[in-house]
């Protein structure tokens, strides 16, 4: 806020007010949606605490304005996607948005997007890979807006380890969970690395069970400080994302949709995560 770019939004938030009020209509700001994270994560000037804060004071904003032009008493949640690019290089946008997407009642997650089609300067979506991105908006403001429903994501919950044995447990859109390397780019171990002081660890059969979680063999033991961390180091075969990474983590959502005469599928792919594992004798 105060800023010409903030002050744009606004301005038209009040030219609609005044279109509805003339036409003797009902007017209000139901959600807005978020695509940005490159130029920070390019830059590497936020921490992950900092851009969680930044955007969260910036919806702060956009509702208490929106909610004194328009008069309406509901809330204005934001919608955001979960940036890819760059995140080998600086983690913290990524994960900063699915923090708030986790801890915020203001936020939802409609997608990540290194599934996502991206142009030749490895940095943008393809036209149809934002006209794609645009169908996993109108699904989740669909869902929260018109259904009244919370629109739901991947959500990484727990890493417990017992012994070697590594699970991950989500909750899952649709389950059961999918280790895709058909229609997601094959992707070293489908994204998954974990980690400790002492340094990286080899995984083994990396599979699904229950539906809901992820379980891997160790090479070892865990020592001290250990991480799982999903789509934050290996970047899949024949993708094309400036310092990005990928996964091959799904749910079984059927929908699709055809873009340029292309189905396209709507399953959700996991996000870019980090959870610190915990290690059970």
């Known amino acids: 806020k105060g800023t010409a770019w903030y002050q744009k939004v606004i301005d038209h938030v009040t030219a609609a007010k005044a279109l509805a009020t003339t036409a003797a209509k009902s007017y209000a700001v139901h959600a807005f949606t978020w695509i940005q994270g490159e130029t920070d994560t390019d830059q590497n000037t936020k921490t992950q605490p900092a851009y969680r804060d930044l955007l969260s004071q910036l919806q702060r904003d956009v509702e208490a304005d929106a ?39 203001r936020f939802f997650l409609a997608t990540p997007c290194y599934h996502l089609p991206f142009a030749s300067d490895k940095t943008h979506l393809t036209a149809a890979g934002y006209k794609w991105l645009g169908h996993y908006f109108g699904r989740a403001y669909k869902r929260l807006v018109m259904d009244g429903a919370k629109p739901q994501f991947i ?44 340094g990286a660890l080899t995984l083994s059969s ?16 865990l020592g001290a400080n250990p991480t799982a961390r999903y789509g934050l180091d290996y970047l899949g075969i024949g993708l094309a994302i400036l310092n990005g990474a990928s996964g091959n983590l799904r749910d079984s959502e059927s929908a699709s949709v055809s873009i340029g005469g292309v189905s396209r599928p709507l399953y959700n792919v996991c996000p870019h995560f980090q959870l610190p594992i915990i290690s059970l004798a």
């Open 67 to 105: 909610m004194a032009i328009s008069g309406q008493d509901r809330p204005v949640p934001c919608v955001t996607y979960q940036v890819t690019y760059g995140v080998v290089k600086t983690p913290n946008m990524a994960l900063a948005q699915l923090e708030l997407a986790q801890t915020n009642s």
């Open 155 to 198: 959500n990484p919950v727990s890493a417990v380890c017992r012994g070697t044995v590594l699970s991950i447990r989500f909750k899952v859109p649709v389950t059961p969970l999918v280790l895709d390397a058909a229609t997601l780019a094959a992707t070293t171990d489908h994204g998954f690395k974990v980690q400790d002081e002492t």
């Open 206 to 221: 990396i599979r699904v069970v229950n539906g809901n979680t992820v379980q891997a063999t160790l090479n070892r033991v």
